[in-house]
């Protein structure tokens, strides 16, 4: 007698045999790419060791002196460096330093970045952001420090009247769009008034430009106003926890301004605050004086 299969048992059956079916894995062609291998060879790691005897092209190239450099590399070495196993020597970490400055100088993109550095678009992707990682770590308390005391504060004003006749100014402030490609079923949430995707980078730099804060995730199709809106630094601005000096008399006169942050048209207008007056809004004679 012949049975009956439902269609229950169809399906059942179907999903079984999906699920139990091994998918084929194509085999290599081979286990690297033989120009892959001959990195001590081809890499930039060679030109580099020729420009140190031409020191501009060296600090052009890797964007710091030679000194500098090595310096970095000191501090980045524990964080970074790999052990050699019996498959295959480790990529050393003057290479991954190396290759981690010269994307941030130029921007390529990893699968350019190899024919450089002679190392792998998929090895880069995970080099890269460790080293980052660990020159940040080594830097940070060094180089960006957010100030906290307002003698800080007064310093980095004297800075702004002394270099750019600017008294009591605490810092420039402005944005930055970083092109990505976005997530899968991100719709327009990453689109930004200049037509592609990004994140912003939001700012805040001294009188000789120097970092106090970063401030980076935020979804391109917000305006700089709103990224800064999103930051700690504003809520602790909005809060007056940022020990910010109180008003004072400019040095020379009797007028007690202020202290504040300097930023474009796109940021809010506030005690604490200042930005240029509004383009539109000027007539030909007045945009001249301001």
Known sequence: MASLV?????????GLSLAIKKTKRKDRSMWCKNWLMKRKKLSHINLVKELRIAPKDYRNYVRMNEETYLKLLSMVTPLIQKED??????????????????????GRSYECLKYSAIISP??????IPETCAAIYKVLQNDYMQFPDTANKWREIAHQFEEIWNFPHCLGAIDGKHVDIIPPADSGSYYYNYKGRHSMVLMAIVDARYRFLLADFGTNGRVSDGGVLQNTKFFQKLQNKKLNIPNPENIEGSSRCLPYVFIGDDAFPLRTDMIKPYRQGDLNTHEKKNF
């Open 122 to 127: 998929q090895a880069l992707g995970r080099i």
């Open 85 to 106: 196993t019996v498959m295959r020597n480790a990529i050393t970490t003057h290479e991954r330093l190396l290759a981690t400055l010269r994307f941030l100088a130029s």
């Open 6 to 14: 439902t269609d229950d048992d169809a399906l059942a059956i179907l």
